[in-house]
Nanobody, 121 residues
Framework: QVQLVESGGALVQPGGSLRLSCAASGSIFSIYVMGWYRQAPGKQREVVAGATSGGSTNYADSVTGRFTISRDNAKKTVYLQMTSLKPEDTAVYYC???????????????WGQGTQVTVSS
């Protein structure tokens, strides 16, 4: 019933910038946390940023100062503005959301299909 769709992944040069977007749709009453995690081959999954419905944000140490997360609650969309990109940022980036469905009293986690970000010369 809930779908998350990411967009914006691309090939960029080191030092470049990129903005990822993720839109949630379906039977949604509310979304507490929306954020991003990434997965690179041979590496552990890493949550890079999250934003609550109240406006609080958190970042992984590896991206603090370079990435900015933001939300448009009316559009049920979360963004990740990435700057000063490094080769080690290369990964598939997944959007996630902690969602209360329209008929539920509890929240459930959802995630999207991912979008590829490659940082290379």
């Amino acid at each position: 019933q809930v779908q998350l769709v990411e967009s914006g992944g691309a090939l960029v040069q080191p030092g470049g910038s990129l903005r990822l977007s993720c839109a949630a749709s379906g039977s949604i009453f509310s979304i507490y946390v929306m954020g991003w995690y990434r997965q690179a081959p041979g590496k552990q999954r890493e949550v890079v940023a999250g934003a609550t419905s109240g406006g609080s944000t958190n970042y992984a140490d590896s991206v603090t100062g370079r990435f900015t997360i933001s939300r448009d609650n009316a559009k049920k969309t979360v963004y990740l503005q990435m700057t000063s990109l490094k080769p080690e940022d290369t990964a598939v980036y997944y959007c996630f959301a902690n969602v209360r469905g329209g008929t539920a009293w509890y929240r459930v986690d959802y995630w999207g299909q991912g979008t590829q970000v490659t940082v290379s010369s």
